[in-house]
């Protein structure tokens, strides 16, 4: 099977001590966005999450997190909050979302399980 | 002594008043035996006249039954003068023996002072027969004869009362309270045996309740069935419009309907004459005059849709092309349900493949048991209703055992209630929602109505297991709606 090529790398990191959920994947020639590796840890410290992280030179986006973004520093390519007060910004994730499911540009690797359908991380590694 | 020596003419008036209606008093004609003659005295309304009482045939045929039997149980059309032929009898009986004593249960207070003005004004035709002893508006006792009570059944019940003879609760179908009032009725009337008669009388209301109950139970056929065909003229016994049977347990059903009323029967068109006489809508009229059991003012799920619903088996495997969901209406120790229900969602149709309901148990017991469902379903969704605090307690105990799944916290109120309640009545109305018959969900779904603003069960039964649906089919659709991954492509990776 030929090897994908990425034509850029991105990390989904949903950060929270109890529950953290890391996909990582990247945009090929054919600009979908295939989601390999899926990283699920619990009561998972944030001094490790970095570490975890910089094991790869991929982009990095988190939910807003201020000691996790302050960890892994500049490889932080940016932050969105899923406040409950934040639903506007959530919908946009919905659409794009969709958009990306409906037009085709968007594979998951078998073993990407997604449990808990922490779904927005997909669209969240977009970015 | 002062009047007399002022106007011995005027003492001597009052004591000839006095000794005559003495003499009126202990001359009192005797009642007579039949109902008929004794009906034929009294004056009643009718058609804004004070007239004779002549009554029809259904009216004589029910005070019949009512010397043979026991127990029964009434569906009417409305305006048929069922409660005054009622209201008679038992003034009769209460003329007869002075020993008796009964019960008229109304649906307001209005209408228990009503039917006690409309009793009275029935002695007005009776002087020479027999005198009232009181002037009281809920209480009516006869000299030297029985009494006759009237009461609001919305707040009153019969306890403290003994030997009652006779009960009837009238327009049950509307009564909150009557199932208590009833069960409360029988000590009252222990002591009476045999000789009481009970009448349960109602319009039609929705196909839930206790009422239905009643007039549904022990029967070897279909009540609605039925109403429908003495409605159409093609089912009757005496005359057209008058239906009765003896049910298993030896009550009485009768069904009467405006065919046997020799006035109305002759209004063509006498339904449509009633949706403008009344200024109401069609579905009312059709429940009130033509014995249909539509209510959607009360029933919140419509009763075909739901029979139809029924069609689903439990499963207790993992199908893995399907996705599953769970709903969780969570209780504690009183006697409300601990519900879970597993939805399968499979090309956009959902069926409920299995229930965990229990009463009364641990909280280490039920989370035992959902644990079990988890581990069996690997659900997409599970929501859990948090409000009243009990399920947060159960939200966070899973959350924590259970990491990865996707637990939703769902809050009930007035205003999300009828959103969740929404949600499932669209599943039904688009027949996309299956479950498996003879579960608790179908009997839930008919006894849901709607109480003025609040939705909930009717007295006496659960919503348990609606609620947990409910919170099962949200959970789905919001996955459904947005985030839904089973249909993406997948490749292989490494």
């Given at each position: 099977?030929?090897?994908?090529?990425?034509?850029?790398?991105?990390?989904g990191c949903f950060y929270s001590f109890k529950n953290t959920h890391i996909l990582?994947?990247?945009?090929?020639?054919?600009?979908?966005?295939?989601l390999?590796?899926e990283v699920v840890k619990n009561n998972f410290?944030?001094?490790?999450?970095?570490?975890?992280?910089?094991?790869?030179?991929?982009?990095?986006?988190?939910n807003?997190?201020?000691?996790?973004?302050?960890?892994?520093?500049?490889?932080?390519?940016?932050?969105?909050?899923f406040?409950?007060?934040?639903?506007?910004?959530n919908?946009?994730l919905e659409?794009?979302f969709?958009?990306?499911?409906?037009?085709?540009?968007?594979?998951l690797?078998?073993d990407v399980k997604i449990q808990g359908n922490n779904a927005h991380n997909c669209t969240f590694a977009?970015? | 002594?002062?009047?007399?020596?002022?106007?011995?003419?005027?003492?001597?008036?009052?004591?000839?008043?006095?000794?005559?209606?003495?003499?009126?008093?202990?001359?009192?004609?005797?009642?007579?035996?039949?109902?008929?003659?004794?009906?034929?005295?009294?004056?009643?309304?009718?058609?804004?006249?004070?007239?004779?009482?002549?009554?029809?045939?259904?009216?004589?045929?029910?005070?019949?039954?009512?010397?043979?039997?026991?127990?029964?149980?009434?569906?009417?059309?409305?305006?048929?003068?069922?409660?005054?032929?009622?209201?008679?009898?038992?003034?009769?009986?209460?003329?007869?023996?002075?020993?008796?004593?009964?019960?008229?249960?109304?649906?307001?207070?209005?209408?228990?002072?009503?039917?006690?003005?409309?009793?009275?004004?029935?002695?007005?035709?009776?002087?020479?027969?027999?005198?009232?002893?009181?002037?009281?508006?809920?209480?009516?006792?006869?000299?030297?004869?029985?009494?006759?009570?009237?009461?609001?059944?919305?707040?009153?019940?019969?306890?403290?009362?003994?030997?009652?003879?006779?009960?009837?609760?009238?327009?049950?179908?509307?009564?909150?309270?009557?199932?208590?009032?009833?069960?409360?009725?029988?000590?009252?009337?222990?002591?009476?045996?045999?000789?009481?008669?009970?009448?349960?009388?109602?319009?039609?209301?929705?196909?839930?309740?206790?009422?239905?109950?009643?007039?549904?139970?022990?029967?070897?056929?279909?009540?609605?069935?039925?109403?429908?065909?003495?409605?159409?003229?093609?089912?009757?016994?005496?005359?057209?419009?008058?239906?009765?049977?003896?049910?298993?347990?030896?009550?009485?059903?009768?069904?009467?309907?405006?065919?046997?009323?020799?006035?109305?029967?002759?209004?063509?068109?006498?339904?449509?004459?009633?949706?403008?006489?009344?200024?109401?809508?069609?579905?009312?009229?059709?429940?009130?005059?033509?014995?249909?059991?539509?209510?959607?003012?009360?029933?919140?799920?419509?009763?075909?849709?739901?029979?139809?619903?029924?069609?689903?088996?439990?499963?207790?495997?993992?199908?893995?092309?399907?996705n599953y969901f769970i709903?969780i209406?969570?209780?504690?120790?009183?006697?409300?349900?601990?519900?879970?229900?597993?939805?399968?969602?499979?090309?956009?149709?959902?069926?409920?493949?299995?229930?965990?309901?229990?009463?009364?148990?641990?909280?280490?017991?039920?989370?035992?048991?959902i644990g079990?469902l988890i581990n069996?379903y690997h659900p997409r969704g599970i929501g859990i209703?948090?409000?009243?605090?009990?399920?947060?307690?159960?939200l966070e105990r899973l959350s924590k055992d259970f990491e990865g799944y996707d637990f939703h916290a769902i809050?009930?109120?007035?205003?999300?209630?009828?959103?969740?309640?929404?949600?499932?009545?669209?599943?039904?109305?688009?027949?996309?929602?299956?479950?498996?018959?003879?579960?608790?969900?179908?009997?839930?779904?008919?006894?849901?109505?709607?109480?003025?603003?609040?939705?909930?069960?009717?007295?006496?039964?659960?919503?348990?297991?609606?609620?947990?649906?409910?919170?099962a089919?949200?959970v789905a659709?919001k996955a459904e709606?947005g985030w839904n991954l089973s249909?993406l492509?997948?490749?292989?990776?490494?």
């Amino acid at each position: 099977m030929d090897k994908i090529e990425y034509v850029i790398e991105v990390i989904g990191c949903f950060y929270s001590f109890k529950n953290t959920h890391i996909l990582i994947g990247g945009i090929d020639k054919k600009n979908q966005l295939r989601l390999h590796t899926e990283v699920v840890k619990n009561n998972f410290p944030i001094k490790e999450t970095a570490e975890l992280l910089n094991n790869y030179s991929h982009n990095i986006w988190i939910n807003t997190h201020e000691p996790l973004r302050t960890a892994i520093g500049s490889r932080c390519k940016g932050e969105l909050s899923f406040d409950k007060d934040n639903e506007s910004e959530n919908e946009v994730l919905e659409d794009l979302f969709l958009s990306l499911k409906q037009s085709g540009r968007l594979s998951l690797a078998t073993d990407v399980k997604i449990q808990g359908n922490n779904a927005h991380n997909c669209t969240f590694a977009h970015f | 002594m002062a009047l007399m020596g002022i106007d011995p003419l005027a003492q001597k008036l009052k004591s000839i008043k006095d000794s005559f209606e003495a003499e009126l008093e202990n001359n009192l004609k005797p009642v007579p035996e039949r109902w008929e003659d004794f009906v034929s005295l009294c004056v009643i309304r009718s058609g804004g006249k004070m007239v004779k009482f002549k009554p029809y045939f259904y009216q004589s045929l029910l005070t019949r039954l009512m010397d043979e039997y026991n127990n029964i149980v009434i569906v009417k059309s409305r305006q048929l003068g069922i409660t005054q032929a009622v209201s008679s009898k038992f003034l009769h009986r209460a003329c007869l023996s002075p020993a008796y004593s009964s019960m008229a249960f109304l649906r307001s207070q209005e209408d228990a002072s009503a039917l006690a003005r409309r009793t009275r004004q029935m002695l007005g035709g009776l002087a020479e027969y027999v005198k009232a002893d009181n002037d009281n508006v809920g209480f009516l006792k006869l000299k030297n004869c029985g009494e006759i009570y009237f009461k609001n059944s919305s707040k009153e019940g019969s306890r403290s009362y003994d030997s009652v003879l006779d009960f009837l609760f009238d327009e049950a179908a509307f009564s909150e309270n009557v199932e208590q009032i009833y069960a409360a009725s029988s000590p009252s009337g222990a002591l009476a045996g045999d000789l009481t008669t009970k009448l349960i009388v109602s319009t039609p209301s929705a196909k839930s309740g206790w009422y239905w109950q009643k007039l549904s139970e022990n029967n070897d056929r279909d009540v609605e069935d039925l109403c429908k065909l003495v409605a159409s003229g093609k089912l009757h016994r005496e005359i057209p419009g008058v239906f009765w049977w003896i049910d298993d347990a030896g009550v009485v059903k009768l069904i009467l309907h405006w065919l046997c009323h020799p006035v109305y029967s002759q209004i063509p068109d006498y339904l449509k004459y009633r949706q403008q006489q009344d200024g109401t809508d069609f579905e009312t009229v059709l429940r009130e005059y033509d014995l249909r059991f539509v209510d959607s003012a009360v029933s919140v799920f419509s009763s075909d849709l739901v029979r139809d619903a029924a069609l689903g088996e439990f499963e207790d495997f993992l199908d893995d092309s399907a996705n599953y969901f769970i709903g969780i209406d969570t209780a504690t120790v009183g006697s409300d349900y601990f519900v879970a229900i597993v939805l399968k969602e499979r090309g956009g149709k959902y069926s409920v493949v299995a229930i965990y309901r229990r009463r009364q148990q641990t909280s280490e017991y039920n989370l035992y048991q959902i644990g079990n469902l988890i581990n069996l379903y690997h659900p997409r969704g599970i929501g859990i209703e948090t409000t009243g605090g009990t399920g947060q307690l159960y939200l966070e105990r899973l959350s924590k055992d259970f990491e990865g799944y996707d637990f939703h916290a769902i809050r009930t109120t007035g205003d999300s209630k009828p959103v969740l309640i929404g949600t499932l009545q669209l599943a039904l109305e688009k027949r996309i929602l299956e479950f498996p018959e003879g579960c608790s969900i179908g009997d839930e779904l008919l006894s849901f109505r709607r109480q003025g603003k609040k939705l909930e069960a009717a007295p006496g039964k659960h919503d348990d297991t609606v609620l947990a649906l409910c919170f099962a089919l949200s959970v789905a659709e919001k996955a459904e709606k947005g985030w839904n991954l089973s249909d993406l492509p997948r490749f292989k990776h490494g």
